[in-house]
């Protein structure tokens, strides 16, 4: 089982910055590929970033790419996203996942662990 809690999240401006993290324990390690996701209402779950255990391989969604850095600390156990130049439609609760791997992948269907999920509101 793996846990993971993420934290991080708020109120900023058009153009602001946050740095969410995702905390995971249990058997959270190198051999999981960590994900970001994230959900508005009435909406499905949407990719934003991926990383890689080993080789800290990223993957981004489109939208995304350019502003939004995701690293790791694997000593930590704890996933980082960077969000510079935030816009409005940024706003959404945004999840951590875990997956037991070593391919980064976008489909939320494959991640097993989930967080509880952290708010990022974006005022324009």
């Known amino acids: 089982q793996v846990q993971l809690v993420e934290s991080g999240g708020g109120l900023v401006q058009a153009g602001g910055s946050l740095r969410l993290s995702c905390a995971a324990s249990g058997r959270a390690g190198v051999s999981y590929v960590m994900g970001w996701f994230r959900q508005t209402p009435g909406k499905e779950r949407e990719f934003v970033a991926a990383i890689s255990g080993t080789l800290s391989n990223a993957l981004y969604a489109d939208s995304v790419k350019g502003r939004f850095t995701i690293s790791r600390d694997n000593a930590k156990n704890t996933v980082y996203l960077q969000m510079n130049s935030l816009k409005p439609e940024d706003t959404a609760v945004y999840y951590c996942?875990?997956?037991?791997?070593?391919?980064?992948?976008?489909?939320?269907?494959?991640?097993?662990?989930w967080g509880q999920g952290t708010q990022v509101t974006v005022s324009s």
């Open positions: 996942a875990a997956e037991w791997g070593w391919t980064v992948k976008a489909n939320p269907d494959e991640y097993d662990y």
